[in-house]
């Protein structure tokens, strides 16, 4: 952030941006062990100038362009600021219990998340921009200890940015380039709540059911306790299509579906209220295939659907406008969609299965091949893809289900073999693969829906059970999991 006047300045600091209702609890209790903004891996540079303020933060990154960047959870919290400041631009400010809170500036647009929504550490907050009062794109940050400034610690040590050197005499921070660990708790492929099914954005994959013959939604938690929103009736409709996703940025899965008959889409929140975009006409055509993901980046899920007849991608955004890729011709007929992030770019990427084959093709919404394209990796029959963030690296792996011995395969784009590839578990006929992150670790988990007794069951990479496995929660002839994959697959 640049030099501000002192009256600016006034309107982004702590003092102001949350002076209302929202200071934390005095006396803090322990530092959280925050992590760096930002995802798995990457290296920023973390600086200051005079004037800045002691302890402020800019940070820019040290490869690629630093605008659009995604901007993750330092740490789980409660967002209890996000909006605009004529300083600060659109930002978000994180509670984190006993004190503790984070603050972030100059986000590129409106925040993902909203007040009083519960974040998990490496979700989705934002992406990098220079609104407000900024020169150019970069993110400030912050942490304070019972509302006052401290200096920033990142996986428990300190940033050595203390100082801005004013007044003249006072010393200045150098600069220092850090590394990402924001690792486990971190987004897996493409929109967090698109992939995992996350109905109450609470950062873990919900148990999640939509009942094609009375058009209801069915919403249990892995303690198998209901979640708000369960038994909604919305659609019913033959041929209606589940295509749940974050429609509107709040961080959690909405109640959605494609109607082909019609090529329309439908989008309700768990509060049953309709959102922007709902009873849009996008699509239609016979065998048109709903392929919902972030393509754009902005936090939101937008309306995209897979042409096998012409092997097209077609994407529009919830106000009905073309986003950067549409039309793009990409696959052939066979080919099996398997959107996600392949290259961790925070934006779903066109990628496809081919099942005659056993390989694998992505690009990015650029029409540019993304490392990883062409892999061999899979290809006996009835191997099911089921792409995820195994690994918990930011991006989407290459990954089946091999319903023959109830196997499930993983390998990242470089085509390594991640922890946890080979493990047996399922293989009676007609498991479903639903994967997701069931246990809020920022990894996606061997998870399957058991149609035959409706049951659902749920392994770690390290095939420990996770919480909520074995849970009896549907079993109706057609209940459908309404997991990414299963919605792309079941056409």
């Not at 530092?31 to 402020?56: A, I, M, N, V």
């Not at 004529?86 to 998340?113: C, E, F, K």
Request: glycine letters at 16%; one cysteine or more.
């Amino acid at each position: 952030m640049r030099r501000l006047a002192a009256a600016a300045l006034s309107t982004l600091t702590a003092a102001t941006i949350c002076a209302t209702a929202i200071n934390p609890a005095q006396a803090a209790g322990p530092r959280p062990l925050f992590q760096l903004p930002f995802p798995c891996g990457e290296s920023w540079k973390l600086t200051t100038y005079p004037g800045h303020d002691d302890f402020d933060i800019d940070m820019f990154a040290n490869s690629g362009t630093t605008n659009n960047r995604p901007i993750l959870a330092s740490y789980g919290g409660t967002v209890v600021r996000s909006g605009w400041n004529s300083g600060g631009g659109n930002y978000v400010r994180i509670d984190h219990g006993n004190g503790w809170q984070t603050l972030y500036l100059h986000m590129i647009a409106p925040p993902p998340v909203s007040v009083g929504q519960v974040v998990t550490r490496g979700q989705l907050i934002g992406r990098v921009g220079s609104t407000g009062d900024s020169s150019g794109p970069h993110l400030h940050y912050e942490q304070l200890r019972d509302g006052a400034k401290v200096e920033s610690w990142f996986n428990g040590e300190p940033s050595g940015i203390t100082t801005d050197g004013d007044p003249a005499g006072e010393p200045q921070s150098p600069p220092r380039n850090v590394t990402s660990a924001n690792c486990a708790g971190e987004p897996p492929s493409t929109n967090r709540s698109v992939y995992m099914a996350d109905y109450d954005g609470d950062g873990k994959s919900d148990l999640a059911f939509y009942r094609p013959t009375t058009g209801t939604w069915w919403l249990h938690d892995t303690n198998d306790d209901p979640i708000h929103g369960s038994g909604t009736q919305y659609g019913g409709q033959t041929g209606d299509t589940p295509a749940p996703g974050d429609y509107d940025g709040d961080g959690k899965s909405d109640l959605a579906f494609y109607r082909p008959t019609t090529g329309t889409w439908w989008l309700h929140d768990t509060n049953d209220n309709p959102i922007h975009g709902s009873g849009t006409q996008y699509g239609g055509q016979t065998g048109d295939i709903p392929v919902p993901g972030d393509y754009d980046g902005d936090g939101k899920s937008d309306f995209a659907f897979f042409r096998p007849t012409t092997g097209t991608w077609w994407i529009h955004d919830t106000n009905d406008d073309p986003v950067q890729g549409t039309g793009t011709q990409y696959g052939q007929a066979g080919d099996i969609p398997v959107p996600g992030d392949y290259d961790g770019d925070g934006k779903s990427d066109f990628a496809l299965y081919r099942p005659s084959t056993g390989t694998w093709w992505i690009h990015d919404t650029n029409d540019n091949p993304v490392h990883g394209t062409g892999t061999q990796y899979g290809g006996q029959t009835g191997d099911t893809p089921a792409p995820g963030d195994y690994d918990g690296d930011g991006k989407s792996d290459l990954a089946f289900y091999r319903p023959t011995n109830g196997t499930w395969w993983i390998h990242d784009t470089n085509d390594d073999p991640i922890h946890g590839s080979g493990t047996q578990y399922g293989g009676q006929t007609g498991d479903t693969p639903a994967p997701g992150d069931y246990d809020g670790d920022g990894k996606s988990d061997f998870a399957f829906y058991r149609p035959t007794n409706g049951t659902w069951w749920i392994h770690d990479t390290n095939d420990n059970p996770v919480q909520g496995t074995g849970t009896q929660y549907g079993g109706q002839t057609g209940d459908t999991p309404t997991t990414q994959l299963t919605f792309t697959l079941i056409n």
